[in-house]
């Protein structure tokens, strides 16, 4: 069981926007250490599309963003596309582990 | 650019010892505040962080895990080695290495798929 929480699945039509969250247990998010979103596409390597809780990487479409408040931190994606499908996994640390990823969340577009 | 490439055994029996090599380009595990990173996920599963490595030889490994594995760097080869010991089929996984800066994983390997059976 990961230390980090995320939904299993998350889903919603072409434009519109979700929200996938990811829960600390008690420190690691929320606390000093800054959380990375990545997402993946199977067969793919895993890219990164949030670093430091809230910055994109460059070539990173601004309809994805990141936030955190608490030991929450959350990614949301905007204008939903097709291209958007696959897992998000959100990566922090978590008390005497300095990395760690949540449990992955499947993103369907509708 | 930057990139990174997995090698090693396909195939190993249970109780052997794995060892994959991550040979990087594009940057030096001597600049401050870069490592190279090892994560894997098994088949129809999640992501899981294996271990880091800095160029100062700092090394942090998975608490899970590190009873069992050990990563060691060859600067002058641009190469870092990830070694796990008592091979079990549930760790039948695609294994990664990445370029590590600034608490994200910026550049992936293509990934290795090791597969644990006798």
């Known amino acids: 069981q990961s230390a980090l929480t995320q939904p299993a699945s998350v889903s919603g039509s072409p434009g519109q926007s979700i929200t996938i969250s990811c829960t600390g247990a008690s420190s690691g998010v929320g606390s000093y250490d800054h959380v990375a979103w990545y997402q993946h596409h199977p067969g793919k390597a895993p890219k990164l599309m949030i670093y430091?809780?809230?910055k994109r990487p460059s070539g990173v479409s601004s309809r994805f963003s990141g936030s955190k408040s608490g030991n929450t931190a959350s990614l949301t994606i905007s204008g939903l596309q097709a291209e958007d499908e696959g897992d998000y996994y959100c990566?922090?640390?978590?008390?005497?582990?300095?990395?760690?990823f949540g449990g992955g969340t499947k993103l369907t577009v509708l | 650019q930057i990139t990174l490439k997995e090698s090693g055994p396909t195939l190993v029996e249970p109780t052997q010892t794995l060892t994959l090599t991550c040979t990087f380009s594009?940057?030096?595990?001597?600049?401050?505040?870069?490592?190279v990173g090892w994560i894997r996920q098994p088949p129809g599963k999640a992501l899981e962080w294996l271990a880091l490595?800095?160029?100062?030889?700092?090394?942090f490994y998975s608490p899970s895990l590190k009873n069992r594995l050990t990563v060691t760097q060859d600067t002058s080869k641009n190469q870092v080695v990830l070694s796990m010991t008592n091979m079990d089929p549930v760790d039948t996984a695609t294994y990664f290495c990445?370029?590590?800066?600034?608490?994200?994983?910026?550049?992936w390997g293509p990934g290795s798929l090791v597969t644990v059976s006798s």
């Open positions: 594009g940057f030096s595990l001597t600049t401050a505040g870069v490592g």
């Open positions: 990566c922090s640390s978590a008390p005497d582990n300095p990395r760690v």
């Open positions: 990445c370029y590590d800066v600034l608490w994200g994983f910026w550049v």
């Open positions: 490595i800095y160029g100062t030889d700092d090394k």
């Open positions: 430091e809780d809230t």
